[in-house]
């Protein structure tokens, strides 16, 4: 095992505004951040969550907290700035871990989010 760092990652993902799809897309975004990353729970420092404000149905955070995930990382959930023209239906994540010093880090965008960074693309 090599020396580790510590990296931010960035993600997003569009859903409706239900507990349902909230709950699923924010799991979706987390486990696509773990695989395309080859990140384990363990090397998670931090996640921030927003949420553009539209969505009001669940919090990201409390998803995470309540299936059992993200083990004691610092959960943070907070309302997007409204910017006029924003995509909605929105929500972001940055994700603070610990990493290969070597790793590329994969940042992905989701569902619609894909337009939010063109340049990187979930490959």
Do not use: W
């Not at 960035?10 to 696509?32: F, H, M, P, W």
């Not at 990353?37 to 927003?50: C, H, Q, Y």
């Not at 993200?70 to 959930?77: I, K, S, T, V």
């Amino acid at each position: 095992m090599g020396v580790k760092r510590l990296f931010a990652l960035r993600g997003a993902v569009q859903c409706l505004n239900s507990r349902d799809d909230i709950q699923d897309k924010t799991i979706l975004l987390y486990d696509e951040l773990l695989v395309k990353n080859k990140l384990a729970e363990e090397d998670i420092v931090s996640l921030t969550f927003s949420l553009t404000s539209d969505l009001d149905a669940a919090n990201p955070a409390t998803t995470l907290r309540n299936r059992g995930r993200a083990g004691e990382a610092a959960l943070f959930a907070v309302q997007e700035a409204q910017i006029k023209g924003s995509l909605d239906h929105v929500i972001r994540v940055l994700l603070h871990c610990y990493l290969e010093e070597t790793s590329v880090p994969v940042h992905v965008y989701l569902n619609g989010a894909e337009v939010l960074r063109p340049d990187r693309k979930l490959g």
